[in-house]
């Protein structure tokens, strides 16, 4: 349970500690972020492959395959639905600064609500992962999900603070979607060890979430303009690294 507490405030501190690299380095260059984000994306989908959907297919039963499907297509649809609800990150992030200033309130509660929403689901998936008992598929899906959180830590900052919002309040807002994630991560820890029996499930719609993540917001993201060889290279090179040390780590 220990190690469960510390990886989920690791989980929400990584976005913490990006924050506070966004407020050192606010001139990281458009082609940097997206070599970090593709780099933290790779990490993530071999994290959700190796640590979440295969785990899923081992303990399954008779019917493994079937909820592995399914758990993935519920993960994806869940995160497809709260996005036609929610505004995607990276269209908050290219919002017109200059429009907004007369509302910064507004694009405040904006930020918060979208990034709340889309870490929630990433914090479970670290808690599902921990609450299969294989720590070590738990701390890989947890590495995983820090690594992205620290840019996109980072890539909240300047929109925030151009948008007239204070440092102390920006710095606040960051804390609270670290500490949402934090509080995923216990709900998918505890839920998966009251009801043992939904743990195929959950592990497979965690993955799907993740596949979602990646495949809906970092690889567009990433591919956006310019630069495709570099940040196929880092997405490569972040899932090798987690297959890696899930080999040397299983």
Request: hydrophobic share 55%; charged share 10%; glycine share 12%.
């Amino acid at each position: 349970m220990l190690i469960v507490a510390l990886t989920a405030l690791g989980v929400g501190g990584a976005t913490v500690i990006g924050a506070l690299l966004g407020f050192l380095f606010k001139n990281v260059s458009h082609n940097f972020s997206k070599i970090l984000l593709a780099f933290a994306g790779g990490i993530m989908l071999s994290a959700a492959v190796f640590g979440l959907i295969l785990p899923s297919l081992e303990s399954g039963g008779n019917l493994n395959l079937f909820i592995t499907v399914l758990g993935i297509f519920a993960g994806a649809l869940c995160l497809n639905f709260i996005d036609k609800f929610t505004p995607h990150l990276h269209k908050i992030i290219g919002a017109d600064i200059e429009e907004h200033k007369s509302s910064s309130l507004n694009k405040v509660l904006l930020f918060v609500i979208a990034i709340a929403i889309h870490n929630l689901p990433e914090g479970i998936a670290a808690g599902v992962g921990f609450g299969s008992e294989n720590e070590t598929h738990g701390i890989l899906i947890a590495i995983g999900i820090a690594l992205q959180n620290i840019p996109e830590g980072m890539v909240i900052i300047a929109p925030l603070i151009n948008s007239g919002v204070s440092k102390k309040k920006t710095f606040l807002i960051a804390s609270i979607t670290g500490l949402i994630e934090v509080v995923g991560t216990f709900l998918g820890y505890f839920a998966v060890k009251i009801a043992t029996v939904i743990l195929p499930f959950a592990l497979a719609f965690a993955g799907g979430t993740m596949l979602y993540v990646v495949s809906d917001e970092m690889i567009p993201e990433t591919h956006a303009d310019g630069n495709k060889r570099g940040v196929t290279y880092s997405l490569l090179i972040g899932f090798c690294l987690m297959l890696i040390l899930d080999v040397l780590l299983g």
